[in-house]
Each structure stands twice: as structure tokens, then as C-alpha cells.
């Protein structure tokens, strides 16, 4: 078929590893050809080195960020501490200081979300393109240009608030609680005499017209409330930055021979692929239409015979599968040969094939046979 063709020169995975299949491109180096590019290998490693270089900086950029962050909740802290046991100190100041550690821990996990999505390019990079040529056959995942490029082209956080919060408060931020909470409890009950009683606690601990009971009640619900968060947000493990166990089912208590058994991908990183989809276009301009998608968007296309029920008159229907990232391109296209032309996108679960993922078999299909 047609389709096969233009998918089978145009496939985004091949060239860049592999030598050139042709006798007469083996006197020059290969050539990588993809949605108009040609790029020899030596061209697409360049670039892919500069990229490399890029996303590392940017992620070392927001990695200082995280830090800067946690420099200021440690020197607010020391400055609060001190101030509450001056001889004229209230300890209401740390309950101020602990409220502002909390916008800190926020604005760190936000900064934080923001450095996983870098690291997670980069780390496609590291185990799909650099530790794919040290390991023969040379082939990289045959998801990881379609999750790369889906991240360039719509970029979102890999990971969840929830997550980047617990992790970060499980890092530093708890530490820093635990000092002011000893702090608080320290100025309570200490200084600057030790306490006779129960009610000279309520007293010292009361703030204003706020009882000391309900100061006391606040800060253990809070304090329980963030060791709740700490052990909640703990299994939450899509991180890509941080050194994590290198199995799932190693995490989750699944025996690795087990894991082993089932087939299981041993490598820690998500695969994300473009949203795919499959166009219908009823057209009586089938052939120019379908002879842009071949040349230009590099896509399959096959043509089907349809008749409208309403006019009963006979139509081409064309049958283009392809990504989220190429519908503007494949309208733009149509439109420009017949404005009359009916277009339906329909999303598809799964395509396999040229130009898409591998056709292979499903360890449930193995199973089976």
C-alpha cells in the first residue's frame, strides 16, 4: 500500500541508528528524513548534543531555584527562633514563621514541578539516545521521539502538586517543622522559667483574645496534618529527577522474578506519546488531496468509494492516520483543495505500525498461543 511507503522513509526512529540500507547510500553517510527534514546523522546528533545541553541548564537553573528556596526558610527560621527566646520575645513569632515556611514549601514544590519537567527531557535523552548507543542493537524506545516531541510541543508538569509537595517536605521541610515545633513548645513550657501548670501553659500559649487551648489544638492538628501529607505522598514515585528504585513492582513489593516473568519493563520512565488519532475525509478532490498528505505531511492515506445517502451521489473517502500535532496542518491542507470537503477526526485508542509504534505481539497474545 501507499501509506506503508511514505511511512516506512519517513519513520522518526530509524536512520539516526542505523546504516544506511541501499548500496549506493553506503559511499555517504545516511540520511534522516522526517516531515520535509533531511538531516544526515552527524546533523541530527548535533543537534540532539545541543538540545542535551540546553534542557541540562535549564534544569540546573530551577535546581538552584529549589535551593534558594530552602536557604530562605532555614535563615527565617533562625532569625524567628532567636527572636522568641530574646527576654522580650513572644512565641507567637514562630506560629508567624511557621505559616511563612508553608508558602515557602508551595512555592518550592511549584519551582519543583517545573525542574521535573526539564529533568524529564533530559532523562530521555540519557536512557534513549546516549545509553541507546552503547547498548547493541542501538535502538532507543520506540516511544521516546513521540514522548520527547509531545513535551516540546504541549509541555505539562510530569508530576502532580500532591507529589512535588511530599517530596519536598519529606526532603526538607519536615526537618524545619520539627525545629519550630520543639522551638514552640520549648518557649511555651522553659523560658523563662519552667511551668508550675496546666493553666499557667494555657496562659502563656494564649494569643491575644485567642485562648491557649484553641493555640495548642491548632498546632497539633496542623502538625498531624503535615506528617499525614508526608506518609500519604509517599508511594507517589513519577519523578524523573530523583534517584528511585529501578523497578515499579521492586516499590510496590512484587518479587522481581515474578516481574521478570510478566514481562515487564524494567526501565523508570513513563511513556507518553501523542494523542493519535484517524481522520475520514469525503472529498471529490481525493487524488490532490491525497497526494499532499503523502509529499508533504509525510502520512498513509487510503482511499475508499462512499456514496451519500441523501444526494446518492458517489464520493472518495480518504482514511489518514496520524498525531494531535498534525491536524492543524492536514485542515490547513484540505481547505486549500476543496473547501467542500466534510472532515471528521475521530480519536484512536491505539495505532500500530509504520510511522507509529512496532506492530508486536502482547505477552497476553504469547500466553495464549
Known amino acids: 500500500m501507499d501509506e506503508t511507503t511514505a511511512n516506512e522513509k ?55 531555584r529549589l535551593d534558594t528556596t530552602t536557604n530562605w526558610a532555614v535563615i527565617t527560621t533562625g532569625a524567628a527562633i532567636a527572636l522568641a527566646f530574646d527576654p522580650d520575645g513572644f512565641h507567637g513569632v514562630i506560629i508567624l514563621n511557621t505559616l511563612l515556611i508553608t508558602l515557602f514549601l508551595y512555592i518550592e514544590a511549584r519551582r519543583y514541578r517545573y525542574y521535573e519537567l526539564w529533568s524529564y527531557r533530559v532523562r530521555l535523552m540519557e536512557t534513549d539516545f546516549y545509553a541507546a548507543m552503547l547498548v547493541p542493537p542501538f535502538h532507543p524506545a520506540p516511544d521516546w521521539a513521540e514522548s520527547l516531541a509531545e513535551n516540546l510541543l504541549h509541555p505539562d508538569f510530569p508530576i502532580s502538586v500532591w507529589e512535588a509537595v511530599g517530596r519536598r517536605l519529606r526532603r526538607n521541610y519536615l526537618w524545619i517543622y520539627l525545629i519550630l515545633g520543639v522551638s514552640w513548645l520549648a518557649k511555651l513550657t522553659m523560658y523563662p522559667t519552667m511551668i508550675q501548670s496546666w493553666d499557667e501553659l494555657m496562659q502563656r500559649a494564649a494569643i491575644g483574645s485567642i485562648p491557649g487551648i484553641i493555640v495548642l489544638t491548632g498546632g497539633v492538628l496542623f502538625y498531624a496534618l503535615i506528617f499525614l501529607v508526608s506518609l500519604v505522598t509517599a508511594p507517589l514515585q513519577q519523578a524523573t529527577g530523583e534517584v528511585l ?41 481525493a ?47 484540505v481547505r486549500k483543495v476543496d473547501q467542500k470537503a466534510f472532515v471528521m477526526v475521530i480519536p484512536a485508542q491505539e495505532i500500530l505500525g509504520k510511522g507509529f509504534l512496532p506492530l508486536e505481539e502482547s505477552p497476553e497474545d504469547r500466553k495464549g498461543g
Not at 549506493?24 to 546533523?43: N, Q
Open 287 to 333: 487524488e490532490a488531496i491525497a497526494e499532499i498528505i503523502l509529499k508533504e505531511m509525510r502520512r498513509g492515506v487510503t482511499a475508499m468509494s462512499g456514496t451519500g445517502m441523501y444526494t446518492g451521489k458517489e464520493h472518495r473517502i480518504l482514511l489518514c492516520a496520524l498525531t494531535v500535532t498534525e491536524i492543524n496542518q492536514l485542515k490547513t491542507s
Open 245 to 285: 528504585p529501578r523497578y515499579f513492582e521492586e516499590a510496590r513489593g512484587v518479587p522481581l522474578s515474578r516481574a521478570a516473568s510478566e514481562d515487564r519493563k524494567p526501565w523508570f520512565r513513563r511513556s507518553r506519546r501523542r494523542k493519535q488519532l484517524v481522520a475520514l475525509i469525503i472529498t471529490d478532490q
Open 10 to 64: 519517513n519513520s522518526p526512529l530509524q536512520s539516526p541508528f542505523e546504516p544506511a540500507a541501499s548500496s549506493s547510500e553506503t559511499a555517504s553517510e545516511a540520511v534522516w528524513t522526517y516531515r520535509g527534514y533531511r538531516l544526515k546523522a552527524s546533523e541530527f546528533t548535533t543537534a540532539m548534543v545541543h538540545f542535551f545541553r540546553a534542557e541540562i541548564q535549564r534544569a540546573n537553573v530551577w535546581r538552584q
